[in-house]
């Protein structure tokens, strides 16, 4: 009996958890909706208004590591507390936000805050799943709630920002959180690491931070300034700079804010990589979705979100496929396997064109969330299998780092691929055609067909050239070599290796 309620009360934390994930990454989602009305209701441009998501991406880059750290020292559950807590106050905030300074600032809290949740949730849930399968997934199934957040973010948002207005997205906040705040306090147990900090590594975490900030603002507004721009080129110098003086400093830092070391293990540096690869291919390639069925297949907003609604489904089943394959197969089979499947998905995203009916943009999503979730457990997992408990914390932090830059990665690669496509496109197409008609109304409609198709066959090289990178992807993941010894070690159960 007790050893049932011990179960139940495991799976319980993991439901906290997932809430507290995925409210923060729904959060991040709705916001980019309500745009259009925050800048009617704030009189400013489209231009300044992207300064609401840039602010948040890049505060909540920079205190990833920050809090992994914390977490380990001073108590995940505290750490995931006060992070949660924070968020509630920073979105009742956002939601009385008065002009665009106020929301920047209020936005960034709520990303200090969300940033807190990643680390010390993984590192919550190692700890209380140890047993390999459970384990498997249970950080698959919550894995999964980044994706649902993407999801749903337009089913929920949509409406609420049309009956509503954009205010009540954040508001809603205060309630859903409430409720996952409590559950934190009740039934996630306090662990720390046996490696108690003494000194704290500030400089570390300001070179860190200054590095992160660089990169993740050239990435989000590269596209805008002009990637040879004077403050693009700004950004690379002191990415780099910044870069070399944390790799400086930490390389004599007691106690490291990013042990170094992590880097010496070739499992978790596979891992890192094919983490990498797959989310700048998927975020990069999923971004355009939306913008593609709007514009050329005619879909609203509501009807676009509708067709993500299967891509959750089959991530959900497969990832838990994918967590009872732990222990049978090894780790590096299953996410060769999985990100080969994600490929193929995204592949067949190259053959949309205007006549494209529903089914050609939810049978590939559907694919590719397949082969996504099929392998989305064994890459968290495989970090807590070559990495110890104590430093649990900084090491998913690493590992939440990566995805979201190579998220902004993506997004700018693909974006980029798809303005210079189209240029190329426009040019090809105007200097192999011949428009005999001097009528200058006809002819500029002949111009305009010139555009829209250089526009709509601009999408078939991205989607080739992410299909690619994931293909890559997957043969790199054939290099992720967890001994069945680890395994054994980590998991305390008979492993079959493949």
């Known amino acids: 009996m007790i050893e049932e309620t011990h179960k139940n009360f495991k799976w319980l934390v993991l439901v906290t958890v997932i809430i507290g994930t995925f409210l923060g990454r729904l959060d991040q989602t ?162 720390v690491s046996e490696h108690k900090t003494i000194n704290f590594d500030w400089w570390g975490a300001i070179t860190l931070g200054s590095a992160l900030s660089a990169l993740v603002l050239v990435l989000d507004q590269g596209s805008a300034w002009g990637w040879s721009d004077s403050k693009s080129i700004l950004c690379y110098f002191a990415t780099a700079i910044f870069t070399l003086i944390f790799i400086s400093v930490e390389s004599s830092a007691r106690e490291p804010i990013v042990d170094l070391k992590f880097f010496k293990n070739s499992v978790f540096v596979n891992i890192l990589v094919n983490n990498f690869v797959v989310f700048m291919a998927l975020m990069g390639a999923v971004f355009l979705i939306p913008i593609f069925v709007q514009t050329y297949l005619g879909f609203d907003a509501t009807k676009t979100g509708y067709i993500f609604i299967p891509m959750a489904f089959f991530m959900v089943i497969s990832s838990a496929i994918g967590g009872s394959l732990t222990g049978k197969v090894a780790p590096r089979i299953i996410l060769f396997a999985s990100t080969l499947i994600a490929a193929f998905g995204v592949y067949l995203f190259s ?20 082969g996504l979730g099929f392998g989305m457990s064994q890459r968290t997992n495989g970090i807590t299998v070559v990495v110890p408990n104590e430093e649990m914390g900084i090491a998913s932090s690493i590992l939440a780092l990566g995805r979201n830059i190579a998220g902004s990665f993506g997004i700018a690669i693909f974006g980029t691929i798809l303005t210079n496509a189209t240029k190329n496109n426009i040019l090809h197409t105007a200097y192999h055609s011949i428009i005999q008609i001097t009528n200058p109304i006809v002819y500029q409609q002949a111009v305009s067909l010139i555009i829209l198709k250089a526009q709509i066959d601009a999408y078939k090289p991205v989607y080739i050239t ?33």
């Open 351 to 370: 053959f949309l064109d205007p006549r494209s009916t529903i089914w050609s943009v939810i049978i590939p999503l559907s694919i590719m969330a397949f």
């Open 30 to 191: 709705i916001v980019n909706l309500a745009l259009p009305k925050i800048i009617v209701d704030f009189r400013i441009t489209v231009t300044t208004a992207s300064w609401i998501a840039t602010a948040y991406i890049l505060a909540n880059a920079v205190f990833v590591p920050i809090w992994g750290k914390l977490g380990d020292t001073i108590g995940r559950k505290k750490v995931y507390i006060w992070g949660f807590a924070i968020f509630i106050f920073g979105s009742a905030l956002a939601g009385f936000a008065w002009n665009l300074s106020s929301m920047i600032v209020f936005r960034i809290i709520q990303a200090i805050a969300s940033s807190a949740d990643y680390p010390t949730a993984m590192a919550i849930l190692a700890v209380t799943f140890n047993k390999g399968k459970e384990r498997a997934q249970a950080l698959g199934l919550w894995s999964v709630s980044f994706a649902a957040a993407a999801v749903f973010g337009p089913l929920i948002g949509g409406p609420m920002i049309d009956f509503f207005g954009w205010r009540s997205i954040f508001l809603l906040n205060i309630p859903v959180g409430a409720v996952g705040l409590i559950m934190a306090i009740i039934f996630v147990k306090e662990s």
């Open 466 to 498: 992410a299909s690619i990178i994931l293909a890559i992807g997957a043969v790199l993941a054939l290099f992720i070599n967890i001994s069945k010894e680890q395994m054994r070690a980590a998991h305390h159960e008979d492993i079959v290796e493949v």
